[in-house]
């Protein structure tokens, strides 16, 4: 059965010239071995920076951009490779490249961002704070673009859809994030976006050596162990990925509970407001796990105390602090 099933995925019977070509493709082997690094590392070197420069600016158009040219996913993809092939050389070789290649992003992050760390705040940058709460919801995205990308490197009919899996993967801007965040010193921010590149990382090798495997790839191997190798590798990623779920559900949770809770204090603000010629620009958890609540108009407020009642028992003891915006101040700055 699952020989047919790879048939139909790859769309012929993989062969030695067939394993070939993913090896020149997902491994830095052979005699164009050095060309190949020094390639690796100077597109790495360029994305990292522009996913710097991108996320700093707040910039979505140019993160994206730096998903597009890393050079990346193919030693993860080189990793996932040499497990399904049992492969253990192969599989040291491609793990050595990519913690490098980890490294590397983040240390571009790093000191880019250390010249500018006093004229940027990088909790008030979109793109550099949804880096760094994942949850159990990119664990699966990551899970099936791991498997798109397999699927699209081991086809050459498919092959043109890479450029939309490295941007669904997003490798390079989670590590460059992290550079950024150790430069700015928010060392627990950093390890929030660690964990969301590390959950990408273990995904693709996870679904990229079970989908490499079910097409094939693993049946033409010459190595005497090669079995207890595959079986290994799974094994860890796998462990991994299982472990890697605790943070993520319990971060996913959290974020279901914060949200809950700007929910209900904005509802309950909307009616709080009513005739009082105030309304509700944004609600929002500060860092301190309270409640601030944005309100533009002017006059006199109504009293907290009611606001509060309204929430009592529903916002899990949290305060709330109201920041009033006078609607002339407010126009005058948004001409």
């Given at each position: 059965?699952?020989?047919?099933?790879?048939?139909?995925?790859?769309?012929?019977?993989?062969?030695?010239?067939?394993?070939?070509?993913?090896?020149?493709?997902?491994?830095?082997?052979?005699?164009?071995?050095?060309?190949?690094?020094?390639?690796?590392?100077?597109?790495?070197?360029?994305?990292?920076?522009?996913?710097?420069?991108?996320?700093?600016?707040?910039?979505?158009?140019?993160?994206?951009?730096?998903?597009?040219?890393?050079?990346?996913?193919?030693?993860?993809?080189?990793?996932?490779?040499?497990?399904?092939?049992?492969?253990?050389?192969?599989?040291?070789?491609?793990?050595?490249?990519?913690?490098?290649?980890?490294?590397?992003?983040?240390?571009?992050?790093?000191?880019?961002?250390?010249?500018?760390?006093?004229?940027?705040?990088?909790?008030?940058?979109?793109?550099?704070?949804?880096?760094?709460?994942?949850?159990?919801?990119?664990?699966?995205?990551?899970?099936?673009?791991?498997?798109?990308?397999?699927?699209?490197?081991?086809?050459?009919?498919?092959?043109?859809?890479?450029?939309?899996?490295?941007?669904?993967?997003?490798?390079?801007?989670?590590?460059?994030?992290?550079?950024?965040?150790?430069?700015?010193?928010?060392?627990?921010?950093?390890?929030?976006?660690?964990?969301?590149f590390m959950t990408n990382y273990f995904a693709i090798i996870i679904t990229g050596a079970v989908l490499f495997g079910v097409m094939g790839f693993s049946k033409i191997s010459i190595l005497e162990q090669s079995l207890s190798v595959k079986r290994k590798g799974i094994a860890l990623a796998l462990v991994m990925v299982l472990l890697i779920s605790v943070p993520l559900g319990?971060?996913?949770?959290?974020?279901?509970?914060?949200?809950?809770?700007?929910?209900?204090?904005?509802?309950?603000?909307?009616?709080?407001?009513?005739?009082?010629?105030?309304?509700?620009?944004?609600?929002?958890?500060?860092?301190?796990?309270?409640?601030?609540?944005?309100?533009?108009?002017?006059?006199?407020?109504?009293?907290?105390?009611?606001?509060?009642?309204?929430?009592?028992?529903?916002?899990?003891?949290?305060?709330?602090?109201?920041?009033?915006?006078?609607?002339?101040?407010?126009?005058?700055?948004?001409?």
């Amino acid at each position: 059965m699952w020989e047919s099933i790879g048939t139909l995925l790859h769309g012929d019977p993989v062969d030695k010239a067939e394993v070939k070509r993913m090896r020149d493709l997902v491994l830095f082997e052979g005699r164009e071995r050095n060309k190949k690094i020094v390639k690796f590392f100077f597109l790495l070197i360029l994305s990292s920076g522009i996913a710097t420069y991108g996320l700093l600016g707040d910039s979505v158009a140019v993160v994206i951009g730096a998903m597009i040219i890393t050079p990346l996913m193919l030693p993860i993809m080189g990793l996932a490779f040499s497990i399904s092939a049992g492969d253990s050389s192969s599989m040291k070789h491609s793990l050595l490249l990519s913690i490098g290649g980890i490294i590397t992003a983040i240390a571009v992050g790093f000191f880019l961002t250390l010249p500018l760390s006093h004229f940027y705040q990088p909790e008030s940058i979109e793109q550099v704070m949804v880096r760094t709460a994942p949850r159990l919801l990119d664990l699966l995205a990551a899970l099936v673009t791991g498997f798109a990308g397999a699927f699209a490197m081991s086809r050459h009919d498919v092959s043109d859809t890479l450029p939309g899996v490295a941007i669904a993967i997003s490798l390079v801007p989670p590590l460059a994030n992290v550079g950024i965040l150790l430069a700015s010193s928010n060392y627990s921010l950093a390890m929030g976006s660690m964990l969301l590149f590390m959950t990408n990382y273990f995904a693709i090798i996870i679904t990229g050596a079970v989908l490499f495997g079910v097409m094939g790839f693993s049946k033409i191997s010459i190595l005497e162990q090669s079995l207890s190798v595959k079986r290994k590798g799974i094994a860890l990623a796998l462990v991994m990925v299982l472990l890697i779920s605790v943070p993520l559900g319990f971060t996913g949770y959290n974020i279901s509970i914060d949200h809950g809770i700007t929910k209900t204090v904005n509802d309950a603000s909307n009616v709080w407001l009513v005739d009082s010629g105030y309304e509700v620009i944004s609600t929002e958890i500060t860092s301190d796990k309270n409640v601030l609540l944005r309100v533009i108009g002017d006059g006199e407020l109504p009293a907290l105390e009611r606001l509060e009642e309204m929430v009592k028992g529903k916002i899990y003891g949290r305060s709330i602090k109201v920041e009033v915006v006078h609607s002339s101040t407010y126009h005058l700055n948004h001409k």
